[in-house]
């Protein structure tokens, strides 16, 4: 069965930093890998995906993700943070394109 | 272009009641998907509809159910509400089988 595991529950980092979130998935075959980013009292917004082809994934807000199959991660990147992307970030899986299954998500705290 | 909308925005029940949560897709899309996110239990999937037909749902009993009607919207029911029941309710839609699933703003359900 699929899972996905997302390795901070809290990231804090100072604006215009570097940031890192984790996620490492467990499937048996191939999948589709999202990221999706949650405000305060709202639903979720689609980041970015990976499907197919090229392992570097852009998305928007400035954000980009690294599919890495043989460690089965894909950790979403941003080179400059602002106090706007304070927010919970959700990484998801899904094997069969249809049932997303999401990891608990992080929230990402950016200090000024 | 309109996003995925859902009504209402907060509904609170009493244990025992029956809430009817609705969804509309984005235009031209088919399939909707409802997922629960409570308190520490994460995001998880309950149900997915396309073309008016249940195509799958998640590990949930059978008092959480729903339906899709022609015009592609959905609701969601819940019978025999229960304390644990409370919890944001996200409806998703795509293009089709194995699109991208785009989010609403959620219902907040509170069972007291």
């Known amino acids: 069965a699929q899972s996905v595991t997302q390795l901070d529950s809290q990231v804090p980092v100072f604006e215009e930093a570097p940031v890192e979130l984790r996620c490492n998935y467990s499937?048996?075959?191939?999948?589709?890998l999202f990221w999706y980013v949650q405000y305060p009292n709202q639903g979720l917004q689609l980041l970015l995906k990976?499907?197919?082809?090229?392992?570097l994934v852009k998305g928007i807000n400035g954000f980009e993700a690294e599919f890495n199959k043989s460690q089965t991660s894909f950790h979403l990147r941003k080179p400059s943070v602002h106090i706007s992307d304070t927010a919970e970030y959700f990484c998801a899986v899904t094997e069969d394109g249809n049932k997303l299954v999401f990891g608990a998500g992080t929230i990402l705290r950016v200090k000024s | 272009e309109a996003g995925v909308t859902q009504s209402p925005t907060h509904l609170i029940k009493t244990r025992g009641q029956q809430a009817t949560l609705r969804c509309s897709p984005i235009?031209?899309?088919?399939?909707v998907y409802w997922y629960q996110q409570a308190l520490g239990l994460g995001l998880q999937f309950l149900l997915w509809y396309d073309e008016g037909e249940e195509r799958n749902r998640g590990n949930f009993p059978p008092r959480f159910s729903g339906r899709q009607f022609p015009n592609y919207s959905s609701e969601l029911n819940v019978n025999a509400l229960e304390l644990e029941d409370s919890a944001l309710y996200l409806c998703a839609s795509s293009l089709g089988v194995q699109e991208t699933q785009y989010f609403g703003p959620g219902t907040r359900l509170l069972v007291l």
């Open positions: 499937s048996s075959v191939s999948v589709y």
């Open positions: 990976y499907l197919s082809g090229s392992t």
């Open positions: 235009s031209g899309h088919t399939s």
